[in-house]
């Protein structure tokens, strides 16, 4: 099967731009989910979705960051205006439901996310 | 609160070495799951392994083996006889699915093999 598509692969902006990153999940995954990975750290949940509504935003940072995922299918993450500390590898996850036997998490390569 | 802690920052170790990556972990949950994933220079997320709260037997994989133990919160990896190709970053990680299922990633071990 096809794997978690995301695009583009890297970005570089200005502060104070906007940017947005696309992902498409596997086919049939309800559940999807935003990674933030600032450079020497683990990746941070930004907001998980399930289906087309969001479960969990609440490191979500809602004055810059937005998220949809409209059609329950592909989602995007937007940013705006973009800061200097936003510089970060964005993942994309997805899984066929809320992964409660702690199986099928799948990451794309992510968009590496670089404000100047 | 759930947290992941993986103290060794980084480690540098010559082929053919044996080497251990820690992990501690917090969380109130009786059922959880513990991953490790590896994350090569090309920057996706390689799922190694998984264990359920529930399971405490130690488990090996080729080079690589797992050892749980809720007495101290702790699931190490240790990869014997190391290769150059074992350099990348580990990540150890927490799920609770009661909860919403999301992975709590410690910060990662840079781990570098030297010829």
């Known amino acids: 099967e096809a794997g978690v598509a995301q695009s583009p692969r890297y970005k570089i902006i200005e502060k104070r731009q906007s940017v947005a990153f696309w992902c498409n999940p596997i086919?049939?995954?309800?559940?999807l989910y935003w990674y933030q990975q600032i450079l020497g750290q683990g990746p941070k949940l930004l907001i998980q979705f399930q289906n087309n509504g969001v479960v969990d935003d609440s490191q979500l940072p809602k004055d810059r960051f937005s998220a949809e995922r409209l059609k329950g299918v592909d989602s995007t993450l937007k940013i705006q205006p973009a800061k200097l500390e936003d510089s970060a590898v964005y993942l994309c996850?997805?899984?066929?439901?809320?992964?409660?036997?702690?199986?099928?998490?799948?990451f794309g390569s992510g968009t590496r996310l670089t404000v100047v | 609160a759930q947290k992941v802690t993986q103290a060794q920052t980084e480690i540098s170790v010559v082929e053919k070495e044996d080497v251990t990556l820690d992990c501690v972990y917090e969380?109130?949950?009786?059922?959880?799951?513990l991953f490790w994933y590896k994350q090569p220079p090309s920057g996706e997320l390689v799922f190694l392994i998984r264990r359920n709260s529930f399971d405490e037997q130690n488990e090996i994989s080729g080079r690589y083996s797992w050892n749980f133990q809720k007495s101290t919160s702790s699931f190490n990896f240790t990869i014997t006889a190391s290769q150059v190709v074992d350099s990348a970053v580990y990540f150890c990680?927490?799920?609770?699915?009661?909860?919403?299922?999301?992975?709590?990633f410690g910060q990662g071990t840079e781990l570098s093999v030297k010829p």
């Open positions: 996850a997805s899984s066929l439901d809320t992964p409660r036997d702690g199986y099928g998490y799948t």
């Open positions: 086919s049939g995954h309800a559940t």
């Open positions: 969380t109130r949950d009786t059922t959880y799951y």
């Open positions: 990680a927490l799920s609770e699915p009661r909860r919403t299922g999301k992975l709590i």
